[in-house]
Antibody
Framework: QVTLKESGPGILQPSQTLSLTCTFSGFSLSTYGMGVGWIRQPSGKGLEWLANIWWDDDKYYNPSLKNRLTISKDTSNNQAFLKITNVDTADTATYYC??????????????????WGQGTLVTVSS | DIQMTQSPSSMSASLGDRVTITCRASQDIGNYLSWFQQKPGKSPRRMIYGATNLAAGVPSRFSGSRSGSDYSLTISSLESEDMAIYYCLQSIQYLTFGSGTKLEIK
């Protein structure tokens, strides 16, 4: 059974660095093909993909936010992390992590986000 | 950057209606298109992957199709539990979500 759960600071001030943790079970980020993505959603608005990290430590970032994002993982503790630097009120959102999968079935496929965490609300306010 | 233009932004339909939601890609994305359903206060749920493949556990009244650069999610016979916001996601070049379609029941 695959589960993911996000955790974060809840509230932080503008210009601070946001640190998020995704703790998961049912799969390992040391297993070939496994990945974790981060997605956020401001209240009442749409979904925005932020970053992905893969079993081989390959990392991909949303180009519009790349300079502010750092994704990493701790395979021993089944966790993935996202840091966002220099936050402002526009970063107020619910942040989700979700599992990604790269697999071979005659050809190579990506299986995006079949499993999601419950989300963690982050508010940036002075 | 690849843009996904999703339409309509909102719609209402009656129980039993056939409903279609569309995403148009600004560039060729092949079949690298997924559909997600999000109910109020809940995390998104993947419904369709590879443009036409039904995800496990998703009712068979949902289907995905492609016509050129237009991708559609169709509900063949609307049920009350289908009230939600639906998003498309392209995954050929980074990841881009559509802006969402809010589906309400008349």
């Amino acid at each position: 059974q695959v589960t993911l759960k996000e955790s974060g600071p809840g509230i932080l001030q503008p210009s601070q660095t946001l640190s998020l943790t995704c703790t998961f079970s049912g799969f390992s980020l040391s297993t070939y093909g496994m990945g974790v993505g981060w997605i956020r959603q401001p209240s009442g608005k749409g979904l925005e993909w932020l970053a992905n990290i893969w079993w081989d430590d390959d990392k991909y970032y949303n180009p519009s936010l790349k300079n502010r994002l750092t994704i990493s993982k701790d395979t021993s503790n089944n966790q993935a992390f996202l840091k966002i630097t220099n936050v402002d009120t526009a970063d107020t959102a619910t942040y989700y992590c979700a599992r990604a999968l790269y697999y071979y079935d005659g050809t190579y496929y990506y299986d995006w986000f079949a499993y999601w965490g419950q989300g963690t609300l982050v508010t940036v306010s002075s | 950057d690849i843009q996904m233009t999703q339409s309509p932004s909102s719609m209402s339909a009656s129980l039993g209606d056939r409903v279609t939601i569309t995403c148009r890609a600004s560039q060729d994305i092949g079949n690298y298109l997924s559909w997600f359903q999000q109910k109020p206060g809940k995390s998104p749920r993947r419904m369709i992957y590879g443009a036409t493949n039904l995800a496990a556990g998703v009712p068979s009244r949902f289907s995905g199709s492609r016509s050129g650069s237009d991708y559609s999610l169709t509900i063949s016979s609307l049920e009350s539990e289908d009230m939600a916001i639906y998003y498309c996601l392209q995954s050929i070049q980074y990841l881009t979500f559509g802006s969402g379609t809010k589906l309400e029941i008349k």
